[in-house]
């Protein structure tokens, strides 16, 4: 019987590939657990009257991390599950606030896949994702290096 709900194997992610997430709104829940699940007291996030008052950002901003954090949620139920085997490397750029109501997806697009040379079976793959929020502004854009297993491994 097949099982559905698993990851793309090496040979299904071709360079040139893309696809996108469904959505995720961020919300005030998803900011206080995040801060106090981290301990990030930076007053951006924990202080009200710093932000209006002290900060060149207006409205309540989520951490990117959790930004992040959603959209390899997101990308791991549908794309990674049983398949990504490590996060071999990532840059990351910031280029705009989340706030609490953004709805925020995924564009994946594949830059690299290769062959891995220590590793039988397995394939390197990497990407560039952007975060992009409901009005198509795009919020962070990284590019992790994932391994994942070979469909014929």
């Known amino acids: 019987m097949e099982v559905v709900g698993l990851g793309f194997h090496f040979e ?28 990030l007291v930076e007053v951006l996030f924990t202080n009200q009257e710093f932000r209006e008052h002290g900060s060149d950002l207006k409205g309540r901003i989520a951490p990117g991390m959790l930004a ?25 750029t910031m280029k705009a606030p ?31 994702v952007n975060i992009v929020k409901q009005d198509g502004s795009i919020a962070i854009t990284y590019t992790p290096l994932r391994m994942v297993k070979c469909r014929e491994a």
């Open 12 to 39: 299904d992610l071709p360079v040139g590939r893309q696809y996108r997430t469904i959505g995720r709104t961020v919300t005030e829940a998803d900011v206080i657990n995040y801060v106090n699940c981290l301990g």
């Open 68 to 92: 992040h954090g959603f959209i390899e949620g997101l990308l791991i139920q549908a794309t990674m599950q049983n398949t990504a085997l490590a996060l071999m490397n990532m840059e990351i």
């Open 98 to 128: 989340v706030f609490v109501g953004d709805t925020i997806h995924a564009e994946v697009e594949v830059l690299e896949a290769r062959v891995s040379k220590s590793r039988p079976g397995r394939g390197l793959v990497r990407s560039r």
